[in-house]
């Protein structure tokens, strides 16, 4: 299978930036580097430079593909690692000691990390954790699970809906495609034994539906069960909201290059951890999961340009047989990792409006996970408008880590307006590889949240989320 990274637009950004300027060397006058392997066979890599100011960067990198080279990785990328080097701070993280869905991996072997730095070089004056993708989701759980060892969070483009909504959702678009294009067929959507045949398969399935008007009808409505948006390329410009053909195209790309191998083949890892299926779709209703998606207007336009009938696909979904999931396996999935929102510190998260592997509205669920939690104080969450999945350039992903530094600093959270945050990013130059994107935006509800406020036997009954959510103060 071709190597699949929860990081692949931020890794094509950064490859752009190393063609696109020469990097001035950084101004460090030695650098203390230490690599080695954790009891786990994880490994891992610190840097520190002289001088150094004494905070210390623990970073969390996104989804390996299984089979796939696995280093230990300090920083997203070279030129911002040049950048923090080259103003003192210390850098380090591990591989985890497993590729896939590393969580339950990661969330050990960074305190490890932990550890050995502070043996080896003391202990910081500041340790803040920051990751991206999957390394979101870690970050999130790492100051869940070891609050004391952390003064900050900067979690980008993280999977911070966290593990259970976030395949459960995916489940709802994957239920949807196969009802339309392999109904009764050999395709897999759980319980996944044949990972390379049935992406193959679905991809051929995901062709041939794409040459049609109802194809491509029904395609924009299993995407809009799970939001995707309609904005593939990062270079090129958002789609007009009333560009509704263009919008599916984009779909179809964010489904064929980066969604369906996690939907249809990386699904049996995440399953052969857990030990079962881990996604349900149990009193789901799919006409409430329609009305609540941001993209209805398209997938109704469509229909009615194929003549098709959506009221009766979508009574099709809710007269499918459903999928339950195995109760171990879901156990294994909220250890690894739901979130209760009890953060105790400052985290500010950074995301991409137009981000269809990680969908924007991850964004919402964590915070009202925190609101929950009486917790709202310590967070903040910024936007950048790309299409893309982590394509930060370098300048927004400093201004973000500065802005939280000076969160600690003052004890209180400055200017985040985004025509101030894309000033601080114009101003540092070469670190843009184009202008500066943030946005003020608010990310629309995630369509099938669970956290620790989730009564669980509740929501497998089939209960909505509002009658199974402890608590009345739930933003909706």
């Not at 067929?185 to 041939?208: F, K, M, Q, R």
């Not at 040459?211 to 799970?226: I, Q, V, Y």
């Not at 500065?402 to 307006?417: F, N, Q």
């Amino acid at each position: 299978m071709q190597e699949i990274s929860l990081r692949t637009g931020f890794l094509f950004v950064s490859a752009l930036l190393l063609l696109s300027f020469p990097f001035t060397p950084p101004a460090y006058a030695a650098l203390t580097t230490q690599s080695g392997t954790l009891p786990d066979g994880a490994a891992y890599l610190i840097e520190i430079p002289s001088p150094w100011n004494g905070t210390l960067l623990l970073y969390s990198h996104g989804y390996v593909t299984p089979g796939s080279a696995n280093p230990a990785q300090d920083v997203g990328d070279p030129i911002t690692r040049a950048f923090l080097l080259a103003n003192g701070f210390a850098l380090a993280g591990s591989s985890y000691a497993h590729t896939g869905w590393a969580i339950q991996e990661a969330l050990l072997d960074q305190v490890g990390v932990l550890d050995v730095f502070t043996t080896m070089f003391g202990k910081p004056k500041r340790t803040i954790a920051w990751g991206h993708s999957l390394g979101g989701i870690i970050t999130a759980g790492l100051i869940q699970r070891n609050p004391q060892r952390f003064d900050a969070a900067l979690p980008m483009c993280g999977v911070l809906s966290g593990g259970v909504a976030t395949w459960n959702q995916a489940l709802d678009g994957a239920f949807a495609f196969k009802a339309f294009f392999n109904f009764g067929g050999p395709l897999e959507v759980v319980n996944i034994t044949n990972p390379l045949p049935n992406l193959a398969l679905a991809e051929s399935l995901l062709s041939h539906a794409q040459a049609t008007p109802e194809g491509r009808a029904r395609l924009a409505l299993a995407a809009a069960l799970g939001d995707t948006p309609g904005w593939f390329d990062p270079a090129s410009p958002e789609p007009a909201a009333n560009d509704f053909a263009a919008q599916e195209t984009n779909q179809f790309l964010w489904f064929q290059f980066v969604d369906f191998p996690f939907i249809f083949a990386l699904r049996a890892e995440l399953e052969f951890r857990a030990g079962g299926n881990p996604s349900w779709n149990t009193g789901v209703n799919y006409f409430d999961q329609f009305e609540n998606s941001v993209n209805k207007d398209e997938v109704r336009a469509l229909y009615q340009v194929a003549g098709l009938n959506l009221e009766n696909d979508l009574e099709t979904l809710n007269h499918a047989a459903r999928i339950s999931a195995n109760p171990t396996s879901v156990e294994y999935l909220e250890q690894n990792i739901i979130f209760n929102g009890d953060i105790g510190i400052p985290v500010l998260t950074l995301h991409t409006t137009g981000d269809g592997l990680v969908v924007n509205q991850n964004e919402t669920a964590y915070r009202n996970t925190v609101r929950q939690a009486d917790e709202e104080r310590s967070l903040r969450q910024i936007f950048v408008h790309r299409a893309g999945h982590c394509t930060f350039t370098p300048a927004e992903t400093v201004v973000a880590l500065e802005k939280l530094i000076a969160r600690l600093d003052s004890g209180r959270w400055g200017d985040l307006e985004a025509a101030d945050l894309n000033t601080e990013a114009s101003g540092l130059g070469p670190l843009n590889i184009r202008p500066p994107a943030f946005i003020r935006f608010d990310s629309e509800p995630f369509l099938r949240p669970f956290d620790a406020f989730i009564d669980r036997r509740c929501e497998r009954r089939g209960g909505s989320e509002q009658d199974c959510h402890v608590g009345t103060d739930r933003e909706h």
